[in-house]
């Protein structure tokens, strides 16, 4: 994790696991920009400079650029997009391109954590669900990856990419809560998640799919989960 | 731009007066397609497979644009016209934060204390309805009529329901959530959104729009019930 003290005046409020957190760091990766990461251990309770810079929500991630603070991880996105304009940007330049990643990096938001969460917290009939839901929605991704390299298409590895490249080492997690593979299910995004996995920003911003696994494990324990 | 606009939209939408004050912002002829929610045409369901619901946008020859606050910044983006956006980027990022906080918190919070029966779970959703438009109210710049500064902007397009149509759903619902003693400015900016000339376009008069929500309100108890089972 790059934690010089930056010459961009970046700081990044963090937390090591979090697929959002990570979002931002693959950003930063991404356009080569120096940043002071700063680990909030969100399980022993929130430091006064989280609570200072993200009052309304309370949470991670929160770059702070100049001191001031940008707030929600795709937002933070665009926002390097277009504070930095002279680093390889993740949306494309073409608005109706921009209009689709946004949306689909929208879907992953909408979708995927909450329904990962449910798979792993719930039983019975309620994971059962989560379960189905979570095949529609690698279903779903499928079938708008379809044959690309990367989400980003013609743009490369773009938005979509860094939305969704930090749940990838969650698969395994939903894979055995779930009683699924996604290799069986979404072919092409168990391939994409790969290939993306091998991509230096992602690579070093990820951590392995045992220790998110062991991530979960823990906050079960802290919510008296069986 | 010469190529055809079509909005999918329906009639009293929150949602869909953001879309429609965007583009007549940058002065785009248009073509208003008005659903019926509870018999979704075909047009529809198939722009829109994922949500299935309003508004859509159709720009030419591509395939839809959807979701309303992307639908906006699409049509900053690309069409000719005052900006949506302002320019500088933390302004941007602050513009789309309380655009989100808006539609995540605030709009959730409104909701349910409209429709649901009243006791202390009413109650305590109209306290936090209220908070979080306290929240809202101290992004207007002092000495501005609007979120946007002197002309209206991203956030005024966003928080635009709360100026034309919650008033309509407290009438319906008998519940008082904005009043002028708790949020003064609040109310002073729904005034001057609705005196601006682009916006009063897109506002149908306010009788025609309480007959037809007023004959939604089933369906509105019932979205407040599944929004507080989610929590």
Known sequence: MASEKSSSDLTLLDFWVSPFGQRVRIALAEKNLPYEYVEEDLLAGKSERLLQSNPVHKKIPVLLHGGKPVNESLIIVQYLDEAFPDTPSLLPSDPYARAQARFWADYVDKKVYDCGTRLWKLKGEPQAQARAEMLEILKTLETELGDKEFFGGEHGFGFVDAAFAPFTPWF????????????????????????????????????????????????????GIE | MSEKVKLIGCFGSTAVHRAEVALRLKSVPLELVVEDLTNKSDLLLTHNPIYKTVPVLLHGHRPAVCESLIIVEYVDEAFDGPPILPSDPLDRADARFWARFLDDKCWKAMWVALWTEPGETQAAWAREAKENMTLLERQLPEGKNFFGGDAIGFLDIAVGGIAHLLGVFEEIAGVRLLAEEDHPALCRWAREYLSDETVRQCVPDRDSVLVALAARKELYVSTAKAMTAEK
């Open chain 1, 172 to 223: 395994m997690s939903y894979e055995k809560y779930g009683e699924f593979k996604v290799a069986e299910v979404a072919p092409k995004i168990a391939a994409w998640a790969e290939r993306v996995g091998k991509r230096e920003s992602v690579a070093k911003s990820l951590y392995s799919p045992d220790k998110v696994y062991d991530h979960i494990g823990v906050l079960k324990k802290k919510y």
